[in-house]
């Protein structure tokens, strides 16, 4: 099949029934990521944006995206990684990482569990009593991601989330009935807490494998390999559910999304606190008097000194 300039196609976009040769693929992703800065108003002149990056396919697309954007916005950007400490994951990352902000000369700062917690990841999940990993990982994370970008500086956090995680993600919340976590995955529109970084999602409308192939395409050296603790088993329920969906009815992922944005307005008015508390006791922004990181530390406190006793 020939792309509609002529050239060789090499992809086939089912939900708009496009056949794209290389040139034009990369051109229509990088169109539809400066849409969505746009439409949204991502990012000013006067920014400065964190890119959460951890060496996968998704981070280092965002980051070379947002560092091409600089020629035509002039914001500042610098990249952050997580390091949670998975031994064999992590660090084998991570040079990824450092490879692509050396290459796009945007300078880089780490920060690790280790270092701001105290445990590493692989500490917690050594304990006997624990829950999953990736409910420890998850609030550590996000909680280090706005620390860190706030004291860095960023008035906006980049994350690399696309547009099969975002309908992952929705529908997961929808299926368990989680409705404060459903009306909490937008963008912030209020100013509700001075320590909080609003999120931005520059990716959240491109397939997932649309991003693999621009990475490719476009020479960006990224990391496959999965996290060792496996991902939880619903999600992958949901991501196949929703593949074969795509499969036989393409653009149900982007409708997903659309439904979901068409509403996000009222459950935003109705969900979100026009002032959020911080933690009494770290003073990140929280809901409850003690934010989860908070409570969690507690717990792996606790569990450690079982363990040790025992
Ligand atoms: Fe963390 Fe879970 Fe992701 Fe691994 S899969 S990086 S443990 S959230
Ligand atoms: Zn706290």
Known sequence: MQCSCGRKAVYHRRYSGQ?????????????????????NGFIAHTDTVACGVSGGKDSLVLLHLLHGLQKKVRFSLFALAIDEGIAGYRDRSLPYVTKACETLGVPLHVRSFKESFGYALDEVTAMKERVGACSYCGVFRRSLL??????????????????????????????????ARFGRMGTYRKHVNDQFVPRIKPLREIPEKEIVLYAVLA??????????????????????FLNTTEEGHPGTKHALLRTYDKLYPFLNEALQPSVLPSCERCGEPSIRPLCKKCELLDAIRDGLARDDQS
Not at 31 to 39: G, H, L
């Open 146 to 179: 706005n620390s860190a970008s706030r004291e860095l500086g960023a008035t906006k956090l980049a994350l690399g989330h696309n547009l099969d995680d975002e309908s992952q993600v929705i529908l997961m919340n929808m299926l368990r009935g989680d409705f």
């Open 19 to 39: 056949h794209l040769c290389a040139r034009c693929f990369r051109r229509m992703v990088e169109k539809k990521f400066m849409e969505t800065v746009r439409s």
């Open 219 to 240: 020479g960006i050296d990224f990391d496959f390999e999965e996290c060792p603790y496996a991902p939880e088993a619903f999600r992958d329920e949901v991501r196949q």
